[in-house]
């Protein structure tokens, strides 16, 4: 019976598989292939089809995130791409928001425009914001630039005009004419991917999604063909940044939507933990080999957002990158993974990241040529990782190219040990994640202080007591197979696929309500059938919100909307429902002003079962070390011995007070002083902080 689910997310070092089959769950690292991505995945198949005995035909569903449209617009590798745009606002773009993100800094580099400005070129057309056409499309314009865009060897096309939004057929038309004109030219036009005001932030997200289009559209076919020739049937769903999976037409059609897939994944994960466990206020910790996400969960629910932006050129600064409006689950992604790189800049102050040795050549210790010390050749330094039984003993690493590593960057600069510089280097890593969270949290309103800590990815739970430490939180929670913990995610997300449109529409009398009622009903159409091509037999479930302000502000707040249909009185209960999430964001409310609605939005999914509450925890029980090792104690700076138990070995009320190290095959968890470990009746990790 096909049955079996496979999931394959593409990091930056690993490319991690998930395979789960009556009711068990097989998992396991492979490294990533940077020049072919792909081969990554089959690898990784391949080996779970080995050890599992599970043939092509067994499975019933493949999901796949990947990184790769991310990695293209960071390092400037799309396609190259014209972008069309109503006459006279070619250089928009490139104006972005007129500020400057950086107020002082006089060397201030803005992140230039993925279309350069001899490719951007205007058509005459206009059309207003209630969408009655001021000037008609000239289609004999179009010839003149449908042989510049065949002189330049254009790839892909964004089409972006003015109030799109509200009236989409001169983009349409402009559509059929290239598709006829210039057949192998990808067209992405700004009212299908982001069909929402501000054209700045519409353009961007359009120019984003042509820019990768044609990489995504060959590397997607390229694996959806290959495994068709190994074998699988079943059909290969690709994860959204909104953390839901969408078909291969889909992705196909608007790449900009994967951008975030895999870290969505790895917040679906603790979402589902938290409901688990019973947890109302998460703080989802995912650390790979490139980078670490972080992601406020309540009430087992992550944040969500329509807004994002990539490739910044500044760390943590808003406004340094390219805005995205697409739905996606908000976190922060920092340059603080297993490969991230350790140097001592001319004020003897140690940075980590953001760059990597990513897979190829990877830390010192992977010995392919990799020479600049990583936060992983810190942790084989301290002891906290085996070289002889790293990624479950497929790879061995080598310690004494850590030591050098680390003394010729590091030790010898600061004067400093290789103990004391590969501990600098970790309490760095550390701090920066620290910081990322508190700025997270503190931008949206939220407290981080006594929240669960749920740690996931290949690096995190080596790190996550003491971040949980430096963030004043008390319980850290490893899931099982927390090292794939995104790829585990993939196969708990449902098919998902978010809508938005821009009405603007005051709350006073001129309220239509009808139209509104027309308008989500379009909107679910739409929705019903991208989704239905993934879930074509499940019930779907339908949310809707607004984006909302006092009448004049220039930034708006997502309400959740009732269902509908609606009626007279929907006016006044939105006023209340505004009203109550202003006051709950800035803690006021504005007496006798008028409030106003920007966009609508309709989220679809299919359901997805609720998991079992997690039972009492057992009765603690004291297990058998199954070696020793010698840890590094921050306290007295030196190394210490310390028990190593295997994960696999313990069972549900397994005890015991660190230091300590919990071995698996795909991460190891840090259990340091002052911290107990138990093993709760699902198999998590629960470390408590018993210190003072």
């Known amino acids: 019976m096909k049955n079996a689910h496979l999931a394959a997310d593409i990091g930056g070092t690993f490319t991690d598989i998930a395979v789960t089959h009556q009711g068990k769950l097989f998992t396991c690292k492979v490294p990533t292939v940077p020049s072919a991505p792909e081969e990554g995945i089959f690898h990784g198949i391949r080996r779970a089809m080995a050890e599992t005995g599970l043939t092509a035909e067994d499975f019933s569903l ?21 972008m069309l745009v109503t006459d006279g606002f070619r250089d928009a773009v490139e104006m972005a928001f007129e500020n400057r993100f950086e107020q002082y800094d006089i060397f201030m580099d803005k992140p230039p425009p993925l279309v350069p400005r001899e490719l ?14 001021l000037i008609p499309l000239d289609e004999r314009a179009l010839e003149s630039l449908v042989a510049a865009l065949r002189k330049n060897e254009i790839e892909a096309v964004a089409v972006g005009l003015m109030h799109s939004y509200a009236a989409p057929g001169h983009e349409r038309r402009i559509a059929e004419i290239l598709s006829r004109e210039l057949p192998d030219v990808l067209v992405s036009l700004s009212s299908e991917v982001s069909p929402e005001i501000r054209e700045y932030e519409r353009w961007s997200t359009t120019a ?70 019973g947890l109302d206020r998460v703080l989802s910790f995912d650390m790979g ?3 670490a996400k972080i992601c406020l969960i309540d009430d087992g629910e992550p944040q969500q957002s329509r807004t994002f932006e990539v490739a910044r050129q500044y760390r943590f600064l808003k ?145 996550a007591a003491r971040l949980a430490r430096k963030l004043n939180i008390n319980e850290v929670i490893v899931p099982v197979a927390a090292g794939v913990g995104s790829a585990v995610g993939f196969l708990q997300a449902p098919v998902a696929y978010e809508v938005g449109r821009s009405r603007y529409a005051m709350l006073d009398d001129t309220f239509d309500t009808a139209g509104l009622n027309a308008l989500y009903t379009e909107m679910r159409a739409e929705a019903e059938q991208i989704v239905a091509e993934a879930a074509p037999e499940s019930g779907l479930i339908e949310t809707r919100t607004a984006d909302m302000r006092y009448h004049g502000q220039g930034h708006e707040i997502t309400v959740t909307l009732p269902a509908g249909p609606y009626d007279g009185t929907l006016r006044e209960e939105l006023t209340d429902l505004f009203e109550a999430a202003y006051a709950a964001t800035y803690s006021r409310r504005i007496p006798g002003l008028a ?4 966009n609508w939005t309709l989220r679809l999914s299919a359901r997805v079962e609720d998991p079992a509450p997690c039972p009492p925890m057992p009765a603690a029980t004291a297990p058998e070390p199954s070696a020793m090792r010698e840890l590094f104690d921050p306290d007295t700076g030196s190394l210490t011995t310390a028990p190593v138990y295997r994960r696999e070995a313990l069972v549900p009320g397994a005890a015991f007070a660190g230091p300590a190290v919990i071995a698996e095959d795909e991460t190891t968890t840090i259990v340091p002083a002052g911290f107990t470990a138990r093993l709760n009746a699902i198999g998590y990790i629960v470390m408590q902080w018993e210190g003072s």
């Open 62 to 82: 493949i999901v796949h995130g990947t990184t790769l449209a991310t990695n293209a617009l960071i390092e400037r590798k799309g396609a190259r791409t014209a």
């Open 595 to 598: 409030v106003e609605v920007m």
């Open 289 to 291: 080999g490139t980078t």
């Open 120 to 133: 951007r070129f205007g058509v005459p057309e206009r059309v207003d914001a209630n969408g009655n056409v």
């Open 319 to 463: 406004g340094s990158g390219l805005p995205l409006r697409i739905p996606v689950i908000e976190m922060v992604e920092i340059g603080a993974g297993g490969g991230s790189i350790a140097r001592v800049d001319g004020m003897s102050r140690i940075h980590v990241g953001p760059e990597s040795a990513g897979a190829v050549p990877g830390p010192a210790c992977y010995g392919q040529g990799g020479h600049g010390p990583t936060v992983t050749d810190a942790n084989v330094t301290l002891g906290r990782i085996d070289p002889d039984n790293f990624a479950g003993g497929t790879m061995q690493l080598d310690a004494t190219l850590s030591h050098k590593a680390i003394d010729a960057d590091v030790g010898a600069p600061l004067s400093l040990s290789t103990l004391g510089a590969a501990f600098g280097i970790s309490e760095v890593v550390e701090e920066n994640m620290a910081n990322a969270a508190r700025v997270h949290a503190v931008e949206r309103g939220k407290e981080i202080r006594d929240r669960t800590l749920v740690a996931f990815g290949g690096g995190a739970a080596l790190h």
């Open 208 to 277: 984003a999604n042509a820019y990768v289009q044609p990489l995504m559209s060959r590397y997607l076919g390229r694996l959806s063909s290959e495994l068709v020739k190994m074998g699988f049937s079943c059909p290969l769903r690709l994860m959204t940044s909104g953390g839901g999976l969408a078909s291969l037409e889909t992705a196909r059609r608007f790449p900009i939507r994967l951008v975030e897939s895999g870290p969505a994944g790895g917040a679906i994960l603790a979402a589902r933990v938290a409901r688990e466990c």
